[in-house]
C-alpha cells in the first residue's frame, strides 16, 4: 500500500452538520475503544459509512480545523500520577498564567478559566488545569514550580481516586434528553499507576502521537512501527498487550470544544463542572449512579477539601445552551435524591477561555524540560 495519502478533493464537505460527517462524528468522537490495528474499518462498520468515505471526510475536516485532532488516547491516569489543579492568583496574572501553563508547560493539559454564578466556597479559585508528572516524580513539586512561575497565592491537588465516565462526544450528545441515562450503573475504574518497559513506552510514545492529515490512511501504525524501531508485528503485539494492560483508552477524533469551526458552526458552548458533596463512604455509590447519566464526558472521585466546601465527586458536561445544561444536572440531583444519596452541597463552575493539548507523561521528556529551565532532577522526585 502506498505511503502517500490520496489528495482531498476543495469540495469534500466539512460541517459538522453534514449528515455523513455527523454520522462519522457520532461514532469517532468518543466510541472506538482500545487498540485497533485498523480504527477507520470500525468507524466504518459503526457508523455505516464507507471506509474510504470515512478517511476522506475525517482528513478533510482534520485540514479544516473541524476535527482539531485525532489520535490514540491512553488512559494516563494508570501510566503518571495526575490531578485537577485549581488555582487563585490576582486577577491581573489570570490571563498570563493561562498563557504559561497552556504554551510552556508540557504536562498541563486541560487549561479552563472558570467561574460560577455567584460567590460560592471555591469560586476565588478561577484557573483550572489538569496535571500529570512522570512516574517517579512529585505532582506537588511540580505545582510549587508553577506556582513561581505563575505567581499563584494558592492551589489545590485534586487527584482522582477513581474515575466514573471518559468520553467527549459532542455530536453524539446533541439533542439529548436531560435525564437520559444508562440502565447499567457506571463501571468504577481504578487509578492504579501500572509499569512499563523501555520497549513499551517506546511503542507507547509513538502510538499517542496525533496524525497529521497525510497520515491519516488505513495502514495507519506502519510509520508509528518504524518510529518505535520495532516491525509491525511487534508494535501490534505490544499494543493489545498494553490494550490487555488498561493503559490504551479510544481511538478518537477531537472536536474544538468552544471555538467556531467551518461554516462558524459551534460544537458546544457551555463547559460546566459539576461539584456534588455526598457522604464519607458513599463516593464509589455516588460517583456510578452519576457517570451512568449519558450527558457526563466525565465522572470521578476527587476530594475537593475546605476550600470547594468538602466536595467528593465531580463531572463535566457540555451543551449548547445554559439552561439545558442546568436541566442535565437537576436531573442528576433528582436522580440522587430518588436513589437515598443524599448531597449536602452543589455547585456549578462554568467554563470560560480553555485549550486543551494531551499532557506529557514521558520521563525522558519531563528530564529534558527539567534541564532546559535549569531545575535538578534531584529536586523534583517523589
Not at 490504551?248 to 456534588?276: C, D, M
Not at 507523561?361 to 524540560?369: A, G, K, L, N, T
Not at 531545575?375 to 517523589?382: A, K, P
Given at each position: 500500500?502506498?505511503?502517500?495519502a490520496?489528495?482531498?478533493?476543495?469540495?469534500?464537505?466539512?460541517?459538522?452538520?453534514?449528515?455523513i460527517?455527523?454520522?462519522?462524528?457520532?461514532?469517532?468522537?468518543?466510541?472506538?475503544?482500545?487498540?485497533?490495528p485498523?480504527?477507520?474499518?470500525?468507524?466504518?462498520?459503526?457508523?455505516?459509512?464507507?471506509?474510504?468515505?470515512?478517511?476522506?471526510?475525517?482528513?478533510?475536516?482534520?485540514?479544516?480545523?473541524?476535527?482539531?485532532?485525532?489520535?490514540?488516547?491512553?488512559?494516563?491516569?494508570?501510566?503518571?500520577?495526575?490531578?485537577?489543579?485549581?488555582?487563585?492568583?490576582?486577577?491581573?496574572?489570570?490571563?498570563?498564567?493561562?498563557?504559561y501553563?497552556?504554551?510552556?508547560?508540557?504536562?498541563?493539559?486541560?487549561?479552563?478559566?472558570?467561574?460560577?454564578?455567584?460567590?460560592?466556597p471555591?469560586?476565588?479559585?478561577?484557573l483550572?488545569?489538569?496535571?500529570?508528572?512522570?512516574?517517579?516524580?512529585?505532582?506537588?513539586?511540580?505545582?510549587?514550580?508553577?506556582?513561581?512561575?505563575?505567581?499563584?497565592?494558592?492551589?489545590?491537588?485534586?487527584?482522582?481516586?477513581?474515575?466514573?465516565?471518559l468520553?467527549?462526544?459532542?455530536?453524539?450528545?446533541?439533542?439529548?434528553?436531560?435525564?437520559?441515562?444508562a440502565?447499567?450503573?457506571?463501571?468504577?475504574?481504578?487509578?492504579?499507576?501500572?509499569?512499563?518497559?523501555?520497549?513499551?513506552?517506546?511503542?507507547?510514545?509513538?502510538?499517542?502521537?496525533?496524525?497529521?492529515?497525510?497520515?491519516?490512511?488505513?495502514?495507519?501504525?506502519?510509520?508509528?512501527?518504524?518510529?518505535?524501531?520495532?516491525?509491525?508485528?511487534?508494535?501490534y503485539?505490544?499494543?493489545?498487550?498494553?490494550?490487555?494492560?488498561?493503559?490504551?483508552?479510544?481511538?478518537?477524533?477531537?472536536?474544538?470544544?468552544?471555538?467556531?469551526?467551518?461554516?462558524?458552526?459551534?460544537?458546544?458552548?457551555?463547559?460546566?463542572?459539576?461539584?456534588?458533596?455526598?457522604?464519607e463512604?458513599?463516593?464509589?455509590?455516588?460517583?456510578?449512579?452519576?457517570?451512568?447519566?449519558?450527558?457526563?464526558?466525565?465522572?470521578?472521585w476527587?476530594?475537593?477539601?475546605?476550600?470547594?466546601?468538602?466536595?467528593?465527586?465531580?463531572?463535566?458536561?457540555?451543551?449548547?445552551?445554559k439552561?439545558?445544561?442546568?436541566?442535565?444536572?437537576?436531573a442528576?440531583?433528582?436522580?440522587?435524591?430518588?436513589?437515598?444519596?443524599?448531597?449536602?452541597?452543589?455547585?456549578?463552575?462554568?467554563?470560560?477561555?480553555s485549550?486543551?493539548?494531551?499532557?506529557?507523561?514521558?520521563?525522558?521528556?519531563?528530564?529534558?524540560?527539567l534541564?532546559?529551565?535549569g531545575?535538578?532532577?534531584?529536586?523534583?522526585?517523589?
Open positions: 500500500m502506498s505511503t502517500l490520496p489528495t482531498v478533493e476543495e469540495d469534500v464537505p466539512v460541517r459538522i452538520d453534514d449528515p460527517n455527523a454520522a462519522i462524528l457520532a461514532v469517532s468522537e468518543d466510541s472506538i475503544q482500545g487498540f485497533l485498523d480504527p477507520f474499518e470500525q468507524i466504518a462498520l459503526q457508523s455505516g459509512v464507507a471506509v474510504d468515505t470515512v478517511i476522506e471526510r475525517i482528513r478533510a475536516m482534520v485540514k479544516s480545523g473541524t476535527i482539531r485532532r485525532v489520535r490514540q488516547t491512553l488512559m494516563a491516569t494508570n501510566l503518571a500520577p495526575g490531578a485537577l489543579v485549581a488555582w487563585q492568583l490576582p486577577e491581573e496574572k489570570l490571563s498570563a498564567a493561562f498563557d501553563l497552556f504554551q510552556q508547560d508540557p504536562f498541563s493539559g486541560h487549561v479552563v478559566i472558570r467561574t460560577t454564578d455567584a460567590a460560592t471555591g469560586s476565588n479559585y478561577r483550572w488545569t489538569t496535571l500529570k508528572v512522570p512516574q517517579g516524580y512529585s505532582l506537588k513539586k511540580h505545582c510549587e514550580y508553577l506556582k513561581e512561575q505563575i505567581g499563584a497565592d494558592h492551589y489545590r491537588i485534586m487527584p482522582a481516586k477513581r474515575l466514573f465516565a468520553g467527549v462526544g459532542h455530536v453524539r450528545r446533541k439533542g439529548m434528553e436531560p435525564g437520559s441515562k440502565e447499567a450503573l457506571a463501571e468504577v475504574q481504578d487509578t492504579n499507576i501500572v509499569e512499563l518497559s523501555e520497549l513499551e513506552w517506546r511503542v507507547l510514545a509513538s502510538l499517542k502521537r496525533e496524525f497529521e492529515p497525510n497520515e491519516i490512511r488505513r495502514d495507519l501504525w506502519a510509520s508509528r512501527a518504524e518510529e518505535a524501531g520495532v516491525d509491525l508485528d511487534t508494535f503485539k505490544v499494543g493489545a498487550e498494553l490494550n490487555a494492560r488498561r493503559v490504551i483508552g479510544r481511538f478518537s477524533t477531537f472536536l474544538e470544544h468552544v471555538k467556531p469551526v467551518a461554516g462558524n458552526q459551534r460544537v458546544t458552548r457551555y463547559n460546566a463542572l459539576f461539584h456534588w458533596a455526598v457522604p463512604g458513599r463516593e464509589i455509590e455516588a460517583g456510578r449512579e452519576v457517570g451512568r447519566f449519558h450527558i457526563m464526558t466525565h465522572a470521578y476527587r476530594e475537593g477539601g475546605a476550600e470547594f466546601k468538602n466536595v467528593n465527586v465531580m463531572g463535566v458536561a457540555h451543551g449548547t445552551e439552561e439545558m445544561v442546568l436541566a442535565h444536572k437537576a442528576i440531583d433528582a436522580h440522587l435524591e430518588s436513589v437515598g444519596i443524599p448531597v449536602s452541597y452543589t455547585n456549578v463552575f462554568w467554563g470560560g477561555r485549550e486543551i493539548k494531551p499532557s506529557e507523561i514521558s520521563p525522558i521528556v519531563y528530564r529534558e524540560f534541564k532546559s529551565v531545575v535538578d532532577e534531584e529536586n523534583m522526585r517523589s
